[in-house]
């Protein structure tokens, strides 16, 4: 399995303010995703970080809120931009692909931001 | 409309009993089904789903796709406490996830 770390693990911030959120997996992987998780809510996803060029969005996500940036096949960044309260969520990384395996899908820790 | 939509929402067992959890999806950008299980924070990988009829096994979880009637079910045999949590499934391929179903296994 990959180990995924990301940071930082939980945030408190302020409308307005942008945050970035980092994922390093520890071996290069195909596929990297973003999703948030809401309170009480299964996950959703937010984009896909493909690495070397734009993200792909789902509906509903525009790349002003949520720039995403991959610059290699280990790391991955996610910004949440001009925060509001609505922000407040689990945003999660996860990864397919580890070990050239295409069968498996894993998941970071998870970041818990709290917007006030 | 959910695409992914999974059953019961919820369940509450005893120890040692045997559960089914159960996903439908539509067809839609299928690849693949995944289920997972949630306790905390990150949901752990349980299984990938490609091919139908063909079961995967860890354990005392197991799971099998059916790629004709677009369902997939997840067993545990044996539930033990440790069993509680919040399991899901996901559509590959858009990577929309169920609403999930919440076991809780009591002593």
């Known amino acids: 399995s990959a180990v995924i770390s990301q940071k930082p693990s939980r945030d408190i911030c302020q409308r307005g303010t942008s945050l970035t959120i980092q994922c390093q997996v520890d071996s290069q992987v195909t596929m990297m995703f973003w999703y948030r998780q809401q309170p009480g809510q299964s996950l959703t996803l937010i984009a896909t970080a493909n690495q070397g060029s734009e993200a792909t969005y789902e509906s509903g996500f525009v790349i002003d809120k949520f720039p995403i940036s991959r610059p290699n096949l280990t790391f991955s960044t996610l910004t949440v931009s001009n925060m509001s309260p609505e922000d407040s969520s689990i945003y999660l990384c996860s990864v397919e692909g580890a070990g050239g395996r295409t069968d498996t899908q894993y998941f970071g820790p998870g970041t818990r931001l709290t917007v006030l | 409309e959910d695409k992914v939509v999974q059953s019961p929402l919820s369940l509450v067992v005893h120890e040692g009993d045997t559960v089914t959890l159960n996903c439908s999806y539509e067809?839609?950008?299928?690849?693949?089904l995944l289920w997972y299980k949630q306790e905390k924070k990150a949901p752990t990988f349980l299984f990938m789903l490609?091919?139908?009829?063909i079961e995967k096994k860890s354990g005392r979880l197991s799971s099998i796709l059916d790629k004709k009637e677009l369902f997939s079910i997840l067993n545990i045999t044996a539930t033990q406490t440790g069993d509680s949590a919040v399991y899901l499934c996901a559509r590959r391929g858009d990577m929309r996830f169920g609403a999930g179903t919440r076991l809780t296994v009591k002593p």
């Open positions: 067809v839609t950008n299928f690849r693949s």
């Open positions: 490609t091919s139908s009829g």
